[in-house]
C-alpha cells in the first residue's frame, strides 16, 4: 500500500546521516517506507531564569538537583514545577524520570525488551520514589490541566521549572521570549543524559500514475535537504533529522539538541517506537494512578508494571 | 381467486417493505454484536484476527485496575445521577405548577441545560469546579471526590428534561382530585406524596429509561470534564472500551470490556422485558 522511499534514503545517505532509532522506526522489512522531516525532543526541562536566578540557582543536572531548587521555590511561595495534570504528561514526567535514574539501559530494558528484573531494580525504584516526591511540588491547579497552561506559569513567572518536549519552544517564542535570556532548556540526567527522540514522518501510498508517483519522491527528496531542513524546523520547534546540517541557524535549545544527538549514546528512542500503544497505554494508567494515589506504595506499582509486562501486550 | 392473489401480493409488499429493516437489525444489530463477541475471544490487536485466546481478555480485564474503578463508577454516577435527577426534576416541575409568574422563560431557562451537549456541560462544569479559579471549595482534583462532581454536572444537565416530563404529567391530573383533596382537608405536600406520585408512575418510568440510557452510553461528560482523571479516578467503561479500541489498538481487550457492558445490560432489562411480557399476556 506505500511506497518506499529506499532508493532516495540510499542516494541521499539516510542512513548514515539520521538517528538510527529514527531510521529503524521508518524501516519495515529492510526497506524505508516513510520519510523523517524532524526529531522532537520529548524529555526537556524548561524553566524561568529569573525565578531561578532569585534562588540563586543555576540549570539542573539531574532531578535530584531540580527538587533542591524546587525547594527553594516552594519556600519563595512560587509554584515549583508547572504541571498539567493529564495521562499523557504524568507519563512525560515518569519517562523523564526514569531516564534520569536508570539511563538508556533502563529505558531500553523497560520499553524494547521489557526486562522484568531491571523493573524490579534499583534504579526502577529510585526513579519511583523521585517521581513520587515531586507530588509535592505541583500545585492544586494542575489535575487537568494543559500543557501549554502550565507553560504559560513558567512564562509568567508563576512557576519555575516544567518538563515539556520541545513544542513548548513554541509558547515561549510567541510570548515574545528569548531563549537563554528570558528562559532556559535543559535535558538532565544523573546516567549520562539521554535525548528522548519523537518526530514526525511522511508516508507516500503506491500510485499507479508514474508522473505522480515521480512528483511523490521529489517532494521526499526536497522535504529532507538541509535547507528545507532548517527552514521547517526554525518554525516547527524540532531539529533537522540530519547531523548534517548548519546548527548554527537555529536556536540556541536546537543547537543543544543537535549536539546531544550527534552522539550516539545520547540518542533515545521514544517509547512510541519501542513498545505497542496497547503497552504504552496499560503504562499509562498505571503511573496515572501512582501519581494521584500517594497512598499507593513503591512495591504495588512495581507489581503493577510487571503485571504489565508479563501480559505480553 | 383474485382475493387470495390480492393476499400474496400485499403479504408481499408488506416482507418487501419490511426487508430493510430486518435487514439493518440483522447486519447492524445481531452480526455487529455477534462479531464484537468473537473479538473478545481473540487475542485481536491493531487489526482484527481469528486467533482464539478463550476467556485470556476476560481475565485481563477484570485484574485491570482502570475497569474495575470503571464499573464502580458508573453503578455510583448511576445511582445517584437518576435519584437525584428525578428528585431535582420532580420538585422542580411541582414548583412550576404553582402557577408562577413567567412560567414559560423559567421552563426555558430549566430545559436549557438540555439543549447542551455533555461536552459543553463538562466544560462549563470544569471551569466551575476549577480549584485555582473555581468554586475553590469544591472538590475537583480530588480522586475519591471526582465522580460526585460528574453527578453534579449530569444532573444540571438532565433535570430540566425530567422537569419536562413531570409537568406534562401533572398537567395531566384531573382538577377534581385536588377538589376533592381540598375537600378533605389534606395538606398540599401529602396529596403530592400519596396521590400525585403513584399517579406519575408512567411519567417517572419515562424519564427513569432515558436517564438510564444515558448512563449506559456515559462518555462524553467524563472525557470533557476530567478525561477519566486525576489518575484513573472518574473514568467510565465506555470511555474504557473507546480507547482501548481506537488510542490503545488493543481491539481484543476493548471488546470483552463491550462484552461485559452488553451482558449486564442485557441482564438487567431481560427480566424487566420477560415481565412486561407475561404481564400483558395475562391480560
Known sequence: ?313 | MSASRFRISSRLSAASALLPAFLVMGVVYIGSTSWTVWMSLTSSRMLPSNAFVGLRQYEILFSNDRWLTSVHNLVVFGLMFVLASLAVGFLLAVAIDQKVRAEDTLRSVFLYPYAMSFVVTGLVWQWLLNPTHGIQKLVRGKPDTVIYCLVIAGVWHAAGLVMAIMLAGLRGIDEDIWKAARVDGLPAWRVYVSIVVPMLGASFATAGVLLSTSVVRLYDLSVSMTNGGPGISSEVPAKFVMDHLFERANIGLATAAATTMLITVVSVVAPYMYWRVRKAGVR
Open chain 1, 1 to 313: 500500500m506505500l511506497a518506499d522511499v529506499d532508493a532516495l534514503a540510499a542516494e541521499g545517505k539516510w542512513k548514515t546521516l539520521m538517528p538510527e532509532a529514527i531510521v529503524n522506526a521508518a524501516t519495515r522489512n529492510g526497506k524505508m517506507f516513510a520519510v523523517p522531516i524532524n526529531i522532537h525532543g520529548q524529555n526537556w526541562i524548561w524553566y524561568n531564569k529569573s525565578v531561578l536566578d532569585s534562588v540563586g540557582a543555576s540549570e539542573p543536572r539531574s532531578w535530584d538537583e531540580a527538587i533542591a531548587i524546587m525547594d527553594k521555590v516552594k519556600a519563595k511561595g512560587l509554584i515549583p514545577l508547572a504541571f498539567s495534570g493529564q495521562k499523557t504528561w504524568e507519563r512525560g514526567l515518569f519517562n523523564a524520570v526514569l531516564l534520569d535514574k536508570g539511563g538508556p539501559a533502563l529505558w531500553n530494558g523497560l520499553y524494547a525488551k521489557r526486562d522484568q528484573a531491571m523493573v524490579r531494580g534499583a534504579d526502577f525504584r529510585a526513579a519511583a520514589e523521585t517521581y513520587a516526591k515531586l507530588r509535592g511540588y505541583v500545585d492544586a491547579g494542575s489535575p487537568g490541566r494543559n500543557w501549554n497552561d502550565a507553560t504559560a506559569l513558567v512564562i509568567q513567572g508563576k512557576a519555575s521549572m516544567q518538563l515539556m518536549g520541545d513544542w513548548a519552544k513554541g509558547e515561549f517564542a510567541a510570548a515574545g521570549k528569548i531563549a537563554d535570556k528570558d528562559f532556559g532548556c535543559a535535558i538532565i540526567g544523573s546516567k549520562g543524559g539521554g535525548y528522548v527522540m519523537g518526530g514526525d514522518i511522511f508516508a507516500f501510498p503506491k500510485l499507479k500514475d508514474p508522473a505522480a508517483a515521480k512528483a511523490q519522491m521529489t517532494l521526499a527528496k526536497l522535504m529532507v535537504e538541509p535547507e528545507t531542513q532548517i527552514l521547517f524546523n526554525q518554525k516547527k520547534g524540532s531539529i533537522p533529522v540530519r547531523i548534517d546540517v548548519d546548527a548554527t541557524r537555529l536556536d540556541p535549545c536546537a543547537q543543544k539538541a543537535m549536539k546531544l544527538v550527534a552522539d550516539r549514546n545520547q540518542q533515545v528512542a521514544s517509547v512510541e517506537m519501542l513498545a505497542p500503544p496497547a503497552m504504552n497505554g496499560a503504562l499509562e494508567d498505571i503511573y496515572s494512578q501512582f501519581w494521584n494515589t500517594p497512598a499507593m506504595t513503591i512495591d504495588q506499582f512495581v507489581d503493577k508494571v510487571v503485571g504489565v509486562l508479563k501480559q505480553q501486550l
